[in-house]
Nanobody
Framework: VTLVESGGGSVQAGGSLRLSCAAS????????MGWFRQAPGKAREAVSR???????GYAESVAGRFTISRDNAKNTLYLQMNSLKPEDTAMYHC??????????????????WGQGTQVTVSS
């Protein structure tokens, strides 16, 4: 499975960005997909996760501001990020696995990862 993210960039606080993640290869193994982020000097955080039936989990830090979705026909994952804050600044990675994981702390390794896209929010 190959995951390729796009849509990162720089935005002012209060602004919005939409991330996309295109999956290819053995996509039948991408039952669960989600987004992680890691800022310099901080631990990696599972931001959100969604399965093929649309069951969703969010970290408290983004609940109410971020919306995860997926288009199974296009094998594409999205993250709509609204009301962005400077503390949302991080490298955002798309991830996928045949099995679920906990949010915000997965407690296990996730199988497939994208290369990441940078999100920078200025105050």
């Amino acid at each position: 499975v190959t995951l390729v993210e796009s849509g990162g960039g720089s935005v002012q606080a209060g602004g919005s960005l939409r991330l996309s993640c295109a999956a290819s290869g053995d996509t039948y193994r991408t039952v669960y997909m989600g987004w992680f982020r890691q800022a310099p000097g901080k631990a990696r955080e599972a931001v959100s996760r969604i399965d093929r039936d649309g069951i969703i989990g969010y970290a408290e830090s983004v609940a109410g501001r971020f919306t995860i979705s997926r288009d199974n026909a296009k094998n594409t994952l999205y993250l709509q990020m609204n009301s962005l804050k400077p503390e949302d600044t991080a490298m955002y990675h798309c991830a996928a696995d045949p099995y679920s994981w906990r949010v915000p702390v997965p407690l296990r390794e996730i199988t497939y990862w994208g290369q990441g896209t940078q999100v920078t929010v200025s105050s």
